[in-house]
């Protein structure tokens, strides 16, 4: 079996990001996986034109994008994407579409083919915080969970894929009073235990995981 792992490079003034710095250190084994990891750029067409690239050359069974969510405490494997760009700020090379539609052929939404409650609760487990969040946004993050779904939807129909969120890590915040972090280590092992959960679970679980608001 194989994973594509893939991780943004840093964005919005920041001079890191942890999703690409959690990425590199991953495992490159995990339960048997081979882990495949890539750092994508922060820009709206090429970060999946990145990983459409990578799926060509290493035809994974499972893709799983990384971002960062800079003021959310834990990691969150993304349940849904949405068919609408609307940044509030530019990407890394000046994009910023509002209330542009990503593929006009494209569902409205797509869900996650991952185990997102699997995976979470195998966080849990391993004492590293997560829960399932049911928005990505509307910046590059939701564009390339939006991009892998509808590539998986259109022309990889045995691929598995969707999105994890991920906070920030603790050299960030030094200067950001009251925001929370993850150590960079507790992100690693966080993500290894969500792709170990993808690996040992072909379908999700029934859990409780939703939201009120």
């Keep these: ?34 882990v495949i990891k890539v750092i994508i750029p922060t820009v709206q067409t090429k970060s999946v034109q990145a990983i459409e690239a990578a799926i060509e050359k290493h035809n994974p069974d499972i893709v799983i994008s990384v971002g960062q969510a800079g003021g959310r405490f834990d990691i969150t494997p993304e349940r849904v994407a949405i068919n609408l ?58 564009h390339v969970m939006y991009g892998i779904l509808y590539m998986i939807d259109k022309k990889y129909p045995h691929i598995k894929g969707g999105f994890i969120h991920i906070p920030y890590m603790t050299s960030q915040v030094v200067d950001k ?25 072909d379908k999700d679980i029934k859990a409780v995981g939703g939201e009120i608001c």
Excluded at 119 to 135: C, D, G, L, Q
Excluded at 177 to 200: H, Q, R, Y
């Design 85 to 142: 760009d609307d940044y509030r700020i530019k990407d890394n090379e000046g994009n910023q579409p509002i209330d542009t539609v990503i593929q006009a052929d494209g569902q409205p939404a797509y869900f996650s083919s991952l185990p997102v409650k699997a995976m979470v609760k195998h966080m849990n487990e391993h004492n590293i915080p997560a829960t399932v969040s049911y928005t990505a946004g509307t910046f590059v993050c939701n």
């Design 1 to 34: 079996m194989k994973v594509l792992l893939t991780g943004f490079d840093a964005f919005g003034g920041e001079p890191v990001n942890p999703a690409e710095e959690a990425v590199k250190m991953v495992s490159d084994q995990i339960n048997g996986a081979e």
């Design 177 to 201: 009073k009251n925001t929370p972090f993850m150590s960079l280590n507790d992100i690693v092992k966080g993500l290894e235990l969500a792709i170990e959960a993808c690996i040992i679970h």
